[in-house]
């Protein structure tokens, strides 16, 4: 685990950069949208065309936003495909299959351990009416 701390923190660190990357996309896209005219329905005039600077500035933040995601997905991919994280797949499987194993060993012994309990129960409680009957008889003779 500690072997892959090192690409885990990469991995975090170039998700991080590309939501950033993302979250200027969008101020980007944003400001692009309140610059568009909205003609309204009585509106005669024509609007005035866009600048093609914004198209360009727009076009850059995709264009960056596309990289970012792509080396997320290959440093996501070289993660999935590490020996080290298919140890610790392992090592969690047998971890809980250990677990398992010994949860049903527990539930098997208290099981047990009830039906002994209410065993005793029965036979303390005939034991006692057996005790009652014979004070009784001999209180009365």
Same mark, same amino acid.
């Given at each position: 685990?500690?072997?892959?701390?090192?690409?885990?923190? @990469? /991995?975090?660190?170039?998700?991080?950069?590309?939501?950033?990357?993302?979250?200027?996309? %969008?101020?980007?896209?944003?400001? =692009?949208? @309140?610059?568009?005219? $909205?003609? !309204?329905?009585?509106?005669? &005039?024509?609007?005035?065309?866009?600048? =093609?600077?914004?198209?360009? $500035?727009?076009? $850059?933040?995709? *264009?960056?936003?596309?990289?970012? $995601? @792509? !080396? /997320?997905?290959?440093?996501?991919?070289?993660?999935?495909? !590490?020996?080290?994280?298919?140890? #610790?797949?392992?090592? #969690?499987?047998?971890?809980?299959?250990?677990?398992?194993?010994?949860?049903? &060993?527990?539930?098997?012994?208290?099981?047990?351990?009830?039906?002994? /309990?209410? %065993? %005793?129960?029965?036979?303390?409680? =005939?034991?006692? *009416? #057996?005790?009652? #009957?014979?004070?009784?008889?001999?209180? *009365?003779?």
């Amino acid at each position: 685990m500690l072997a892959e701390e090192t690409t885990y923190s @990469k /991995l975090l660190a170039e998700l991080r950069k590309t939501i950033e990357e993302g979250n200027q996309l %969008l101020v980007s896209a944003g400001e =692009l949208a @309140k610059m568009l005219p $909205v003609p !309204s329905e009585n509106e005669t &005039e024509t609007a005035p065309a866009m600048d =093609l600077d914004d198209y360009r $500035v727009l076009l $850059v933040d995709v *264009q960056t936003t596309i990289r970012e $995601v @792509k !080396s /997320l997905l290959d440093s996501v991919e070289k993660a999935a495909d !590490s020996p080290a994280l298919e140890k #610790i797949n392992q090592l #969690i499987e047998s971890s809980m299959d250990k677990a398992g194993k010994e949860g049903e &060993e527990l539930i098997d012994l208290s099981f047990k351990r009830g039906a002994l /309990l209410t %065993l %005793l129960a029965v036979v303390a409680l =005939l034991l006692a *009416q #057996i005790l009652f #009957i014979f004070v009784k008889r001999n209180l *009365q003779t």
